[in-house]
């Protein structure tokens, strides 16, 4: 009985999760559906309801309608809020979804992040420039200034083979207080010790828009969502120079015998992932905001890394990981006001889903021992049943034994 328990209840895991086509879909929704449940049973330990906790998220980002509302503010109001700090959470993702394509883990998109918004900022931020000057320059230069330190990272790499992950944890403390030097002798703002405020002509949000008769802040970073994650899909499913980075990702010493470049491969795909990164700098720093807080790094930076690995570094999984990931942060606020939950339970939810997607490797393991097992099983139950059946053995008499 307990084999065939054990064989149904594998069997049953198989047909969902055991097609290796879907994985890259059912693993990470299993993997927010475990995160959940666990997180809904932790609440209940606190004695809250987890059903009101997850509304409570939803609620803030506008995505469910709230109790009431204050003048000129509603749903819409709300919503457009959550997507302004979503762009710059989908380009972070989709810079190191494109870093680690190549076998690279760029865990400084914080300070690229940073890098570019305070050069866009800088540059244009405090300029007369009018909005159809403006915008694209703080776009052309925070790619730019992104793409400088990635590419920084990528020549280290390749130059002096000085691993990526320490090269780029360096780069951020250097751009983190080197920033702050030049904001607090000569940006600074006296009344909110940040750097002064932009231009509104170079912020890459149109603020108090009244529409339908409620005043919402346009994120115009997230008409740049699309095109991001089109390219990022297009560079590596039906480009060369994408083939090529897969192939070094993937194996150097094959790629390097096939004689592709790479070095070259390396460089070019840490400018990628820093240009991404400092399109995430300037949605942030001069769209979701208008400022920036001298000696602090943005937790984006930092949280784009799980929300890609939960994405399964597909830009397609990115975009919904980081829905996810930005409803849990931004929603937080008014689940702690509405539900008066602790707002740290949302890091806690947070940290949940990550954790348990970054398991997912070892998921595909179990899954492929699995299939292992249930097709050695198969191939018993038919060596013990035989097709035909043997005839008796006769006797010398023509008779059965």
């Given at each position: 009985?307990k ?5 149904g ?6 047909a969902v999760f055991g097609d ?9 929704v299993f993997a927010?559906?475990?995160s ?17 906790a997850?509304l409570g998220?939803?609620r803030?980002?506008?995505i469910?309608p709230?109790a009431?509302?204050a003048a000129?503010?509603g749903?819409l ?8 700090v ?6 972070a ?6 870093a ?18 305070f050069i866009a900022?800088v540059?244009?931020g405090y300029?007369?420039?009018p ?6 320059l703080?776009?052309?230069?925070g790619?730019?200034a992104g793409?400088?330190v ?15 992950v320490?090269?780029?944890?360096m ?5 983190q207080?080197?920033v702050?030097?030049f ?7 006296p009344?909110?010790?940040q750097s002064?405020y ?12 009244e529409?339908f008769?409620m005043k919402?802040d346009l994120p115009?970073a ?7 994650i089109i390219?990022?899909?297009?560079l ?12 070094v ?6 790629a ?8 070259k491969n390396?460089v ?10 400092g399109?995430?700098?300037v949605a942030?720093y001069l769209?979701?905001?208008n ?20 994405g ?5 999984g990115?975009?919904?990981?980081s829905?996810l ?8 606020t ?13 890091s ?7 954790v ?5 490797f070892?998921?595909r393991t179990k899954l492929a021992?699995?299939?292992e ?18 005839p008796?053995a ?7 034994r």
């Amino acid at each position: 009985m307990k084999k065939k328990s054990g064989s149904g209840f594998r069997r049953a895991v198989l047909a969902v999760f055991g097609d290796e086509r879907r994985q890259s879909i059912t693993i990470p929704v299993f993997a927010v559906v475990l995160s959940l449940l666990a997180s809904a049973v932790m609440l209940l330990a606190l004695g809250k309801d987890p059903i009101n906790a997850f509304l409570g998220m939803l609620r803030g980002c506008g995505i469910v309608p709230k109790a009431n509302y204050a003048a000129k503010t509603g749903m819409l109001t709300d919503f457009m809020s959550f997507l302004n700090v979503l762009a710059p959470m989908i380009f972070a993702a989709l810079a190191v979804a494109v870093a680690s394509k190549t076998g690279l883990f760029n865990i400084g998109i914080s300070g690229q992040m940073l890098f570019a918004g305070f050069i866009a900022t800088v540059v244009v931020g405090y300029s007369d420039l009018p909005a159809a000057a403006a915008l694209p320059l703080v776009i052309i230069i925070g790619v730019t200034a992104g793409a400088l330190v990635g590419g920084i990272i990528g020549f280290l790499k390749y130059r002096f083979n000085i691993n990526e992950v320490v090269s780029s944890i360096m780069l951020n403390y250097i751009i983190q207080y080197v920033v702050s030097f030049f904001i607090n002798m000569y940006y600074v703002d006296p009344v909110s010790r940040q750097s002064m405020y932009i231009s509104n002509a170079s912020r890459l949000t149109i603020t108090g828009v009244e529409i339908f008769g409620m005043k919402a802040d346009l994120p115009l970073a997230m008409l740049l969502v699309p095109p991001a994650i089109i390219f990022a899909k297009v560079l590596f499913d039906r480009t060369k120079i994408g083939y090529e980075m897969k192939s070094v990702g993937l194996s150097r010493n094959a790629a390097r015998y096939a004689g592709m470049s790479v070095g070259k491969n390396m460089v070019l795909s840490m400018l990628v992932s820093g240009a991404l990164a400092g399109l995430a700098g300037v949605a942030y720093y001069l769209g979701y905001f208008n400022s920036i807080q001298p000696g602090v790094l943005t937790s984006v930076g930092f949280d784009s890394i799980a929300v890609s690995i939960l994405g399964n570094y597909n830009p397609v999984g990115i975009f919904f990981s980081s829905f996810l990931i930005t409803i849990v942060s931004k929603g937080s606020t008014y689940m702690s006001s509405s539900a008066a939950i602790p707002q740290e339970i949302a890091s806690i939810i947070t940290g949940l889903i990550l954790v348990v997607s970054a398991c997912t490797f070892f998921i595909r393991t179990k899954l492929a021992r699995m299939k292992e097992r249930e097709i050695e099983s198969r191939k018993a139950a038919e060596a013990a049943t035989p097709d035909e059946p043997v005839p008796a053995a006769e006797d010398s008499k023509g008779g059965e034994r």
